[in-house]
Structure formats: structure tokens, C-alpha cells
């Protein structure tokens, strides 16, 4: 650890028990997270098997923009890219793609992915939709025939892969308009439907922001905190 780096490290974990009220009302995993001594940036967290191009990931494992990340059954991993923070859950494959240390974009080719950005555009590509986003907290859940999209907060221009005039850009807070994104519209489907909030926190999203020295827009705003 860099000169430093401890103190930096236990700030951190000081800064977000207070974020997440402590004690008892703490999940596990967020519970691991602070007990995490690595410095910001790279793999804070693993639970199972991890892999970073091909080669087991470990706490501490650098992750840069055209690298990829894979999660087994049972296996998570939570990590920094700069000012981005991610939380990959099992069974799950994530390519990245930019410069330097800066993520522009992410395809997402399944599983389950919870992710904050810093400012800046980004894009997210899944099997079924194409995303734009812009200081965006958000979730996504890939199946074969349609991609989960939860905006948590923020802005986010959704287009359906298999039907580029099906679009619609969604503005929220807290989570206030999850949507599917399907393959192929065949009535009554349509290719960007409602959807509800499922399989991801608040929590998860204050720790998220927390790695990387900010806090969700909701914090603070005397809206009770939800975990779907």
C-alpha cells in the first residue's frame, strides 16, 4: 500500500458506516466491503471465482478500460474503474472498453450488473438495448430475449438493438422508471416496456458511490432508503 493509503482506506470505511447507519441494519456484503484494505481502484471485493481476462482475479487486481470480467455461479465482484464504481453479480460477463484509465463504454453479454459513473457520457450495450448515460447509477439484468434497465438516477437514452427507432430517454431519481428492452416486438409486446424495481438497494448504491468519494443523489433527501 502506498504511503498513506491506510489512512485513505480507513476514511473510507469510517466515511460509509455513517453513510449506511451502521451495525445491525449493514448487509454482509457491505459489511465485507468495509473491512476491504486496499486502496480505491481495482477489485475491492471478491466472493467465488473471478476472472479478469481469462486469469483468476484476486482483492487488489487492477481493472482497466478493454478488459474482461468474468463472475462464476456463486461467485461477485465489486471494483473501481476511476471515477466508476461496479458491483457484478454470479454468472456474469462484462467487456470495457476506453483510454487511459477512463471507461466510454460497457457490454454487458449476460448476467446482472449495478454500476455508478462519474461525470460524462458512457454507453452500455446488452444483447437487446444500447444505452447512453450521463452521471448515471444504474442496473441491468440480461436475459435471451430482453434486458432489464434501472435507472436508478440520473439520465439514460435507451434504444432497442433490433429496432433503432424504438427509443426513449428516461430521467429519474430513485428509481422511478425501470424498464425492459426486448429482442423483437410482437403485440401486445412492445419493445421498451414498464418494468418493475427488482434485485437491487440502495445500500448497495451508497456503497458504491461511497469507493468512489461521492453519495447518491437520494442521500439526504428524507426519501427512505429501499432495498428490491
Known amino acids: 500500500m502506498k504511503p498513506g493509503g491506510e489512512f485513505l482506506a480507513r476514511g473510507r470505511r469510517d466515511w460509509l458506516k455513517r453513510a449506511l447507519l451502521g451495525g445491525a441494519a449493514m448487509p454482509l456484503l457491505l459489511r465485507d466491503v468495509l473491512a476491504a484494505r ?3 481502484g481495482g477489485m475491492v471485493m471478491i466472493k467465488g471465482e473471478v476472472r479478469v481476462n481469462g486469469s483468476a482475479a484476486r482483492t ?9 470480467v468474468v463472475t462464476a455461479t456463486g461467485g461477485l465482484a465489486v471494483f473501481v474503474v476511476g471515477k466508476d464504481a461496479f458491483l457484478l453479480r454470479q454468472g456474469s460477463e462484462l467487456h470495457t472498453a476506453g483510454g487511459g484509465a477512463l471507461i466510454a463504454s460497457l457490454r454487458l453479454v ?3 450488473l449495478l454500476s455508478v459513473f462519474g461525470k460524462g457520457a458512457r454507453s452500455i450495450t446488452t444483447p437487446t438495448a444500447t444505452i447512453g448515460i450521463r452521471g448515471t447509477g444504474i442496473y441491468l439484468e440480461v436475459e435471451p430475449e430482453r434486458s432489464y434497465v434501472c435507472t436508478c438516477y440520473g439520465v439514460a437514452d435507451l434504444q432497442a438493438s433490433n429496432m433503432p427507432a424504438a427509443r426513449e430517454t428516461v430521467r429519474t431519481t430513485h428509481h422511478d422508471a425501470p424498464r425492459y ?4 416486438g410482437e403485440m401486445p409486446i412492445k419493445m421498451i416496456e414498464l418494468a418493475p424495481v ?9 456503497m458504491l ?6 453519495e447518491p443523489p437520494f ?3 428524507g426519501r427512505q432508503y ?3
Not at 487488489?60 to 478488459?67: C, I, K, S, W
Not at 428492452?181 to 423483437?184: E, F, K
Not at 427488482?198 to 451508497?206: C, F, K, T, V, Y
Open 38 to 40: 486496499t486502496p480505491p
Open 60 to 68: 487488489g487486481t487492477r481493472v482497466a478500460p478493454g478488459d474482461r
Open 110 to 112: 449476460t448476467g446482472k
Open 181 to 184: 428492452v426486448y429482442a423483437r
Open 198 to 206: 427488482i434485485n437491487h438497494s440502495d445500500a448497495e448504491l451508497i
Open 209 to 214: 458511490e461511497a469507493l468512489v468519494g461521492r
Open 219 to 221: 442521500v439526504g433527501s
Open 226 to 228: 429501499q432495498d428490491y
